[in-house]
């Protein structure tokens, strides 16, 4: 079974950037489908799918709000998937979550948050 662990979250002034990881465990295979994404959920806010990778293949999707300033990437070797977070603002701030599914990524997935596996959460907050 797939588990993930999240974590690199921390408090950050405006214009700031951080690093965030998300561990997977479990996941064998590195040729078949995975699909692991990134949530956040600001404070009395609906959560929302901001980035996700294939891993298999590479292949990226962010979401607009995100898009030039949000990198991720993956460490095939030590399963570790990150998302860069770079020129946040107060926008930003919220409790981000990796997420996986055995399948390929797509937003009809991401915004129906259709995932198996999530981490925890780990916590960014944006000062400005």
């Known amino acids: 079974q797939v588990q993930l662990k999240d974590s690199g979250g921390d408090s950050v002034e405006a214009g700031g950037s951080l690093r965030l990881s998300c561990a997977v465990s479990g996941y064998t295979d590195s040729s078949s489908r995975l699909c692991v994404a990134w949530f956040r959920q600001a404070p009395g806010k609906k959560r929302e799918g901001v980035a996700a990778?294939?891993?298999?293949?590479?292949?990226?999707y962010y979401a607009n709000s995100v898009k030039g300033r949000f990198t991720v990437s993956q460490d095939k070797a030590s399963r570790i998937i990150y998302i860069s977070l770079g020129s946040l603002n107060s926008d930003d701030t919220g409790m981000y979550y990796c997420?996986?599914?055995?399948?390929?990524?797509?937003?009809?997935?991401?915004?129906?948050?259709?995932?198996?596996?999530w981490g925890q959460g780990t916590q960014v907050t944006v000062s400005s």
């Open positions: 990778m294939e891993l298999a293949g590479g292949l990226t």
């Open positions: 997420a996986a599914a055995s399948d390929l990524c797509s937003w009809y997935r991401i915004e129906r948050e259709e995932f198996d596996y």
